[in-house]
């Protein structure tokens, strides 16, 4: 059987690496996340690792690359659109009947910004969501990078860990 699969694997074409920052950019885009499941990025860079033509190193920037391009676009979305959220009605009301103050918003935001954004990054319900929420509340775009650069790398140390535990077992 172990023989079977090591045969599958040394014939996985090398373009499959091409795949590894497309699917880790969809996984963390605005709404397109959630439909797109993360063991397609965990498989494919499992494969891509098991043949051995590429490092561990070369994958992970790969994925990293993809997840934190997905993530900024994300969070420029939400960015963009904040201000006609407030022109809606609905939207006004709803912030206004629930006796949120918007300072106390804002302290809440630059409180709890970087755990979201460390957290929402790890979550994979919450993965593609997080970033255009970050947006939407306001959190400065310098903030955004340096809390997605933090996430994105301790993101990309588990799929390095999550890769070789895999690879031990074929």
């Excluded at 993101?155 to 999550?162: A, C, D, I, N, P």
Aim: positive net charge; glycine residues 8%; aromatic residues 16%.
């Amino acid at each position: 059987m172990s023989e079977l699969i090591a045969s599958w694997i040394e014939n996985v074409p090398i373009q499959l690496i091409l795949l590894i920052p497309v699917l880790a950019f969809l996984e963390c885009v605005f709404f397109v996340g959630v439909f797109v499941s993360g063991v397609f990025l965990l498989s494919t860079c499992s494969l891509v690792y098991a043949q051995g033509n590429t490092s561990l190193y070369m994958i992970i920037m790969l994925a990293f690359a993809g997840a934190f391009t997905g993530d900024h676009i994300g969070y420029y979305f939400g960015h963009r659109s904040a201000p006609y959220l407030w022109q809606f009605r609905w939207f006004r009301k709803k912030v206004i009947r629930q006796k949120i103050a918007y300072r106390k918003f804002r302290q809440l935001i630059a409180f709890s910004a970087p755990w979201a954004i460390c957290v929402g990054r790890l979550v994979p319900a919450v993965r593609s969501i997080s970033p255009a929420v970050a947006g939407i509340a306001g959190v400065k775009p310098g903030q955004f990078f340096a809390y997605d650069l933090l996430a994105c790398s301790i993101w990309g140390g588990g799929l390095s860990v999550l890769v070789v535990g895999i690879n031990q077992f074929i």
